[in-house]
């Protein structure tokens, strides 16, 4: 595999004009600069707007040692104040003078992705995890108004394929977060990995952890819950079923349709024929794991998977047919659908929504988000049947996928290539749509699948600049892709300082990383 670089930190004496990803929805820049040094203070009164400082300080600390205390008279003051309702949850207002910086919104949220704004108005070398020397910690002075235009902004980890330490995730949330995505989804469940811990079936993780890395602890996962809503990231976790199960049969083969059948947990990629059982025992399985899963994860969402499950089984077992007979249903393949109302059904009752991938738009119980993978096309029809939607068509969020054609590209998915302006182009609500649709898509999400991304340089690679792409797709309602490729030539300074790994050198003469529209090869 080609070798991923590591970049050099930035120069100090690097400058270029106001360059923020996502794009604001209004920015002026005004003459002059704000100096931040030892002697400037946070005023914030207690509650989020205080929650806010001590982010600010806490991101800006290892790279410029400053204290940043709060204080009565601090020139950098947060105002979390309700009258600023029309800013919606994550809205905000900043406006940088030479003396002083106000940062105003109307929920604790918008604060939050404010704060994001002040870190890319700083020079770049602010980002790093090492302290830096010799350099003036100012901000050109701007006035902001920012509001999102979509509330779900997320990508997916998939961790059961392939284990990431808790460090990584981390350090992804933070990633996250300076892009003001909003969502970490993780994939914990597959045929190939059971990653997270169930006290009253602790064979899923002795069993089902062992291949590709391991798995995690309920602190460690907890402890990932609050690190992200400090940054104003959910963490919204996936635990697969009736398909992709086939850890959990190794674990445990009396889920199966087969008892008496001892499976291994899955060492090849693909689509595994081996899925739950339909009989009681399993849907106790299913609750008392759900129950755990919203214990660890307070998020109002939950993932129960729903794609890819083959109904051979199904149709082989008495037992199986005997259940879709008891229940009226017009064969075993629509037990698929009855499952996922009974497992919904149980999360609705919990207070939660359930999520699912959709394969048509028409395959999950109406109570479900659905997310279309497959087609956008889908996401019109589950949005006509009243469901709510977040877009996520593998053509444009798939980043698993090679992003060009280049000899020099790390292997990936088979099948294509996801660019960056693939990315960039993706339209979560298309014109098209009418207004009673398009008003039930809640945003996008990027899919990081994890077969073919074995190390966790290769995935900062993978999702690098991509999600910034995705950031402004689902943050603003404005459409300029020279304009973005001109500031990410700037904001690649913030992912070097970040030591996010970025393409090795190459021939000039080679063809461009991301082509100009007309440029594009064919598939």
Known sequence: ?????????????????????????????????????????????????????????TLLAPATGLPLPVADDGRIVFVLDPALGGLGQEGYGLTVGTDA??????????????????RQLLPPRALSHEPVRGTEWSLPCVQITDVPRFAWRGAMLDVARRFRPVSFLRRFTDLLALHKLN????????????????????????????????????????G?????????????????????????????PELGNDPSRRLTVWDRWGVCENVLGVHDQVLDFCRTVLGEVMDTFPSRHVHIGGEECPTTEWQRSPAARRRAVDEGLAGPEALHGWFMDRVG???????????????????????????PWRAAEHGLTAARRGQDVIMAPYRSTYLDYPQSERLDEPPGQPGGVVSLRDVYDL???PAGWEPEAAARVLGTQAQLWSEYVPTAAHAEYLAFPRLCALAETAWSAQRDWPGFLRRLTHHRTRLDALRVPGRPPHDPHDPPLNPTPGEESGR
């Open 101 to 118: 910086v106000l940062l105003r919104a109307g929920c604790r949220e918008g604060l939050l992705r404010g704060v994001q704004t002040i």
């Open 427 to 429: 339209e979560p609500a």
């Open 183 to 222: 969502v970490l989804h993780l994939h914990l469940t597959d045929d190939q990995g059971w990653r997270m811990p169930v006290a009253a079936f602790p064979r899923l993780t002795e069993v089902g952890g062992e291949p590709h890395g391991g798995a995690y602890t309920r602190q460690e996962l907890s």
């Open 345 to 371: 059904g149980f999360l609705t009752e919990n207070g939660r929504r359930p999520l699912g991938w959709t394969e048509s738009g028409s395959d999950l119980p109406t109570a479900f988000t659905a997310v």
């Open 1 to 57: 595999m080609t070798a991923f670089a590591q970049p050099a930190a930035p120069s100090a004496a690097h400058h270029t004009g106001i360059a923020l990803i996502p794009r604001p929805s209004q920015l002026t820049s005004l003459p002059g600069r704000f100096t931040v040094d030892e002697h400037t203070a946070v005023r914030a009164a207690p509650g989020g707007a205080r929650d806010a400082a001590t982010l600010l300080r």
């Open 224 to 252: 990932l819950v609050a690190y992200g809503a400090a940054r104003g990231v959910t963490v919204v976790p996936e635990i697969e079923m009736p398909g992709h199960v086939r850890a959990a049969l190794a674990a445990y």
